[in-house]
Structure formats: C-alpha cells, structure tokens
C-alpha cells in the first residue's frame, strides 16, 4: 500500500484528508524542527511553513540531521526547506529567513494556519508565539527539550492553559554586547574567553564576514562592523600559528588593541573604564613563576601566572592544532573546541577569562570555578529531540480530530518507570496576565490616530471605561491619569505599531473588569474612513472575581506589577503630609533629589529602596 494508504487506516479518510489540506507553521528548524519537519511531511501534511532567524554552525551538525559541513554560515529554515523537499517533492514549503517577531508575521498571518508547531530554545520567542496564537485563535503545539528530558503541550484558546499560565524560570543567557564590550561578572569573561576567543583561534569563526548573513541585525550595523574587524584581525593573526611572534599577536590584540578601541565608548562616563593590560610589562615578571603553576586549580592566579599559563596553552594548542592538520592529509578544516575536561582548552580559557577579568575590574576564579562555570551545559541529545518531535505530530492528529480530552501534556523522563509520562491538560490560569484576558482587534491608521482618539472614542465612548485606567504596550505604560501630556500625540510616536499589543487596566475600586488586549491591525480603507480608530467588534470584558480585587494585589501586565492608581494615591498623601511626591514619566518613578543622570539610584533615606530609570 502507499504510504497515504496507510494513513487513512490509521487514522480514517476525513482525518487523513485533514492532513493533506492543512496549512502548518513550524516555528524553528533547530533539533527539534530537523526532526519535526520530517515527520510533517512523511505524515503528508501538504503545506509547511518554516521559520527560523538562525544560521547553521558546526555544532549544530551531530543532531540537526537536515544539514551538512557544505551548510555551514547558511540559513536553517532555506537549507532545511531544500533538504526535506527530497522527503515528500509534491508538498509546498516555505521558508522564512527571519525572526518570527518580525511585523510581516501579524496576528492576520498566523490565523491563517491551521496549527503552529513551537521548536524553539528562546523563552522570549516562545512566549510571543503563544500570544500570538491566542490572539489569533490557533492551535499551538509548544515542545522543547533539556538533556534527555523533553515535553509536548497542545495550547488552545478558552480550552487549555498556554504557555504563560505557570511561571518559567529565565534561563541565563547573555547578551553579546554584554559579553563583547561590558563584562561585569566573571561568568561573562569566561563565555568571552570559551564561545569566543577559543573558536577563532583554533575553531570555526561564528563571525566569517563572507558568508554570514547580518541582514536581521540592520540596527547593529555599527558594532557587526566593529566585530567583522576584530574577527578579520584574529585570522589574519592566526596565519602566523606555531611563530614566536604568535602568542605576542594574540595578546596585544585582544588585551590591548580591542580594550583601547572600548575605551572610546561613551559609556564610561558613569562607570569605570577597562584597562589594557601591557605585554612587555608582563614578560618582565614571568621569571618568578613556577612552570607547574596550571596544575595547581585551586589557587587563584596572579596576573603574572594567568599570563604564564595563557602563553604555554596557547603554545600547546598550536602545536595539537598543527598536528591535527598534518596528520589529517593537510585538512585545514580541522578544529580544537572547548572540553572541561580537557587540560589544553580548559588551561587556555581559564588564563584568557582572568586576564580579561582584570582589565574590567573583575575578580578572578581559580582553574576550578572556572570549569565548574564553564562546563555548567545541558548536552542537546538527538534521541530525546526525535522522540520530542514524533510526539508533536501524535498530537497535532488529536487536534485535526478535536480531541482535546486526549491531548494531554507528555513529558520525556530519563529516569522513573516509564520513559513518556502525561498527565492530563488544565483549563486556563484565571490568573494569567496574557490568555485570562479579554481581548479584540483595532484597526489603527497610524499616521492619523491619536492617542486622545484611542482613550476618549473608543475606551469611554463605545466601551465605557471611567476615569481611572491605563494603557501599556511592551515597552510600558503610555496612557494613565498622570500622563495627560501624550494624549495630543500620534500613537506611531508613542511606539505603537502594527502588531502591537495595547493592555488596558482598570483601575475603579470596586470590581474593575479584567485587563484588556487589544491587537493593532492597519486600517482597511483608511482613506475612506472617517475616524482613524475603528473597534473591529465588541468584546465582553468581565469583572474581575472580588478575590482579585483586593488593593493589595498587582495587575501584572507582560510580568510587570501595575501601580498606577496605588502610586498616584500615595502621591496624594504625601501632598496632604507636605512631603514632595514623586515624579512620574511614562510610568518610570524618580524621587527629587536622586541623581538623574544615574539609571539606578539607591534611596537612603527609604530604607534602601532602589529607584530604576529604564
């Protein structure tokens, strides 16, 4: 029989035919997605569309089964749309070189799928497709794995908790501006140190200005610049491997040049300036330390010793890189990545991260905290991401049938009886800040509407809101009693945008209704149309339960407590007290008195309050 046989006997003919016509969005073409896009099409699922921000890099090969050496610096999602077209030639793909919180993947685009499938390793991305998928009402099927350990959800709008209904703990990631150009932790020097120095000396440079694309990071032209000429330097220094002169190049050009260049930067004015470390200084007092010194790991260096240990690794690693080379028929793409357990790569990381530590005023670690730092990593396990994505597709079966009763939650366990364990699904969180919501689309002309126009005809004239509530986007509050001033402006100035999502807090005392989402879609005929903000229809919006009421309780909006209305009260009493209340700007506090040209002040006469200013 043919494979689509099979299926309808599996599965029944309108499921199967289900199947063919259904139009699916994969959302990732990583572990799982490799694995998830294989199945969709052997399954006979006759329209994917695929989308992935990332390019393929030499550790991505040992379980991102779609991609080959020839791949590597090339986009994931176009590479892994021409692989897996092999496995079903009459299905349509499509693929997207992007990042999926781009504009041109609106609200209207992802109602257009009849499931979305979540293969990412990115809470911020994950998160953004779950509210996409609620404001949509579209079927989410959210995956992810950590080690040997994996889980499958299927989220569905007013049927299931979503992704946000149970708090996620942040994983610790950092950001590359904060790695590359201000370290404040050890841990950001010794990421320095492994995910950078180490790979363009003796691995596969992540910054090949040939080949790899920056088109999504237009708005760091300046700094990709800066980082195409730091990364050109170090290969041309790399040519001169196995040299006297190399351990010299390599030292002045990271500790001394690159520092120097930093030091230009403006944000040193509020904050201590890294200083460049001299390698002639240095050489003068290495006579004093004992060749054995790296074998001692529970002693913490002197700059003297990290300079010592960082000249004979790096010596070391030349020679094994060499080595490697020759004995590999002059294969010149042979590579040394980092170990823990390896002493060559652990002894020159260790070095290079407290050399660099000491440059930005950092304390150094010992040899051992920085393996037990450095080493700290989840392995991404081929078998656990198969499995993950075959139950993906298991469970997207039980949706095209509307079987939600069945679609339970599925963890992978290494350990316990059973490898696959479920549990059945929960109804929403009542207390969700992003799917207890009610919610509704608004048509905006944003080169005509206001903010006034938004307030005054839409939220007190058609859906009768008081006095007493605020408007908030992503980037914070842009509408409460207390910021009259932005009224008369256009919402375009205010960071709104197509896609944009507005939450509307009330804040009456007695039973206020429960926030409101509104999704920002273009004006459809906007030169036709009178008004430039149109209420596509009417949502009912509830009261809140009493319990949820109390003015100890904080709405949260994106994971942020709300204090509008508590902190104008509290003005209030100050005034009737005769103390100075507070200054509020677009819902960010700074006391009188504070230094404002700080983003972080420390009140010492409150207690120790910390005062931000984003």
Known sequence: MTRGSYLKKCLGSETAADIRKSRVL??????????????????????????????????????????????????????????????????KIEAYHANIKDKQFNVDWFASFKIVFNALDNLDARRHVNRMCLAADVHLVESGTTGFNGQVQVIKKNVTECYDCNSKE?????????????????????????????????????????????????????????????????????????????????????????????????????????????YKQLESALSSVESTISSNDQKVWTLAENMVVFKDSLNRLSTRLKTLQESGNGNSQAVLVFDKDDVDTLDFVSASANLRATIFGIDPKSKFDTKQMAGNIIPAIATTNAMTAGLCVLQAFKILKNDYKDATMLFLERSGARAINSEKTSGPNRDCPVCSVAQAKIEIDLTRATLNN????????????????????????????????????????????????????????????????????????????????????????????????????????NGTANLGKRKRDADEAELENGDPPTKRVAGVTLSDGVDQANPINLDETDGGAIILDD
């Not at 610790?172 to 995910?195: D, E, G, N, Y």
């Not at 004239?461 to 509408?479: K, N, V």
């Open 454 to 557: 938004l307030v005054e005809n839409i939220l007190r004239q058609q859906l009768e809101y008081g006095e007493e509530f605020s408007i908030s986007t992503d980037q914070g509050a842009i509408y409460d009693p207390d910021l009259e001033d932005n009224l008369p402006k256009k919402l375009s100035d205010l960071g709104v945008t197509t896609s944009t999502f507005l939450t509307v807090i009330d804040e009456e005392d007695e039973q206020p209704r429960v926030n409101l989402q509104l999704v920002v879609v273009p004006l459809s005929d906007s030169e036709s149309q009178e008004q430039p903000i149109v209420l596509d229809k009417i949502p009912e919006i509830k009261r809140k339960p009493e319990a949820l009421t109390s003015t100890t309780e904080h709405d949260h909006v």
């Open 170 to 278: 942040t994983p610790k990631t950092f950001p590359v501006c904060t790695i590359r150009s201000t370290p404040s932790q050890p841990i950001h020097c010794i990421v320095w140190a492994k995910s950078y120095l180490l790979p363009e000396l003796f691995g596969t440079s992540e910054t090949d200005t040939e080949e790899f694309d920056y088109s999504a990071d237009a708005d760091n032209a300046e700094e990709i610049e800066e980082l195409q000429k730091e990364a050109r330097a170090l290969q041309e220094i790399r040519r001169s491997m196995g040299s006297d002169e190399f351990a010299q190049k390599v030292f002045e050009k990271v500790f001394e040049d690159d520092i120097n260049r930093l030091r230009g930067i403006d944000i040193w004015k509020t904050r201590k300036a890294p200083e460049p470390l001299s």
């Open 26 to 91: 994969l959302v990732g073409a990583g572990g799982i997605g490799c694995e998830l896009l294989k199945n969709l099409l052997l399954t006979g699922f006759g329209e994917v569309h695929i989308v992935d921000l990332d390019t393929i890099d030499l550790s991505n090969l040992n379980r991102q089964f779609l991609f080959r050496y020839e791949h590597i610096k090339k986009s994931k999602a176009l590479v892994a749309k021409e692989v897996a077209q092999k496995f079903q030639p009459g299905a």
